[in-house]
């Protein structure tokens, strides 16, 4: 069975306690009113922590003593978290989403206290760590709780409500941690946070339970935990974090890890994503395959869109930053306008056109590198960027769950989890490589050269990561026209 079945279109299997009225009832409906909030609220925090901690890192790192160190902050819980969605996806469709959920949620505070109390830097990412693995369980279970408790006619008003949770971190998170690390110190960007957590999990934990808890087929005997895939799992995180060693160190010892983590990597990628993902064939591998080239790059590409504005066109980091921020709600709106029952038909349309959109906005950031282009340039092309990742990436999600059966959710969201992450980090290490093999190391004499009223030095260093980032999303559009399986 590679798709639900007709009869669980409309209602959950799991959803048993639930009255028949939650067949016409909408996400804040009675029957869904209480999971709807807890879980967004879930991700919102997430999104509130993701979006703060770049701002409080530079600073922590500082006074940690640890800036040699400071990618690994970041690496670490990549890593990490690699490991967990696999272990999620397996835990979730043999014991159901509760416990890992509760279990991530619970990691991912533990974690944050760790860094936020930690007196050294390899303390701090240890806690980074610990909070990738509670952010790899929680992302991945998330999913199967979506599959189980909504019925498919609502799950793209919930993935749509998954990306709207982003708009408000995105734009105040920033500002937020700066003024907390500013007038209270780093330590609470990072302590803060898990206190938080406490509404969400009790409004939404009881109705998980109630909806979505147990194995998929409750009168199937639960199967053993498949070795093989943990094994791979470990493989893959080991092999990321090996690549993105190499790929900092740039010289000639280098190749040692990077060839190790390429002969990890190669198996796992292999053995944990559907068959036919790497050729694009129809259907599932081509979602998965597509999650991980929109978001690759342009993530990749959105990295250096601030330190393009701070260095060649000497815009303050606050205002380089807000110069992505309307990307959160144009987003949130390209998530809303994939979720309309009418263009349901037309998904694979709009997931080409929002590819096509990407690419659009990835080509014309860095024509700010031209003096005479107004520095607004990229806040236009970034929101119309992120209109159109905003109907890819949820659309993908959509799609996953579609084309799933209830037992195989779990295993189907990690790897398409895996496909974002992982290409993330090696879409960064590439473009970070070409940054630096053509003067991106000296960017900061750029930054004093704008300043002193000079042209910016070295804007090539950005133009070959930003242009080859724009070929890799044209593939994307492409792949997005072979997401549904010919009838």
């Known amino acids: 069975m590679t798709a639900l079945e007709p009869r669980d279109a409309d209602v959950s299997p799991h959803a048993v306690d639930a009255p028949v009225v939650a067949e016409s009832e909408g996400l804040l409906g009675r029957t869904y009113r209480a999971l709807s909030i807890g879980i ?25 003593h640890g800036i040699p160190l400071y990618a690994f902050a970041f690496s670490a819980y990549f890593t990490t978290s690699l490991f967990a969605m ?76 998954f990306a709207a949770s982003w708009v408000v971190p995105s734009v105040v998170g920033p500002l937020a941690a ?59 995180s080991v092999g990321a974090g090996l690549l993105q060693y190499a790929g900092q160190e740039r010289n000639w010892f280098a190749l040692v890890p990077a060839a190790a983590g390429v002969a990890l990597l190669v198996p796992a990628v292999r053995g944990l994503l559907p068959a036919g993902t790497g050729r694009a064939a129809r259907g599932l591998p081509s979602v998965v395959l597509l999650r991980g080239i929109a978001a690759g790059s342009f993530i990749a590409a959105e990295s250096f869109v601030p330190l393009m504005l701070v260095t060649q066109r000497g815009l303050s980091p606050t205002m380089a930053g807000l110069s992505l921020a309307a990307g959160g709600g144009t987003w949130a709106l390209g998530s809303y306008v994939q979720a309309r029952p009418r263009l349901e038909p037309y998904r694979e349309r709009l997931m080409v056109g929002g590819m096509v959109l990407v690419v659009a906005a990835i080509a014309g950031a860095p024509s700010v590198l031209i003096a005479s282009v107004p520095v607004w340039t990229v806040a236009v092309a970034w929101a119309v960027g992120c209109f159109g990742m905003g109907m890819v990436i949820a659309s993908t999600s959509v799609l996953l769950l579609k084309l799933s059966a209830p037992e195989e959710a779990g295993a189907n969201s990690a790897a398409l989890q895996i496909s974002d992450g992982l290409s993330n980090v090696l879409l960064l290490a590439v473009g970070g490589a070409a940054f630096a093999a053509l003067g991106g190391g000296a960017v900061g004499a750029a930054h004093e050269a704008v300043e002193a009223g000079a042209s910016g030095a070295h804007p090539g260093a950005f133009a070959v990561v930003f242009l080859p980032m724009a070929g890799v999303a044209l593939v994307g559009a492409w792949v997005a026209g072979r997401v549904r399986v010919k009838s």
């Open 40 to 64: 967004v609220s879930v991700v919102f925090l997430i999104a509130f922590e993701a979006t703060a901690v770049g701002t409080a890192m530079p600073v922590a790192a500082r006074e940690l």
């Open 86 to 161: 696999v272990l999620s996806g397996q835990w979730a469709d043999r014991r159901g989403p509760l416990a890992p959920l509760a279990t991530g949620i619970s990691a991912f505070g533990v974690g944050l206290l760790l860094s936020g109390t930690a007196g050294g830097m390899w303390m701090f990412i240890a806690g980074r760590a610990v909070q990738g693995l509670g952010g790899g369980l929680v992302i991945v279970a998330l999913y199967v709780v979506v599959s189980r408790a909504y019925p498919e006619r609502i799950r793209p008003a919930i993935m749509a409500a």
């Open 178 to 236: 700066g003024s907390v690390t500013e007038h209270l110190g780093w330590r609470w960007v990072f302590v803060g946070i898990p206190v938080l957590v406490v509404f969400p999990l009790a409004l939404a934990l009881p109705a998980i339970r109630r909806m979505a808890s147990g194995p998929a087929d409750p009168s199937a005997s639960v199967e053993p935990y498949d070795r093989r895939r943990i094994g791979l799992a470990l493989g893959i």
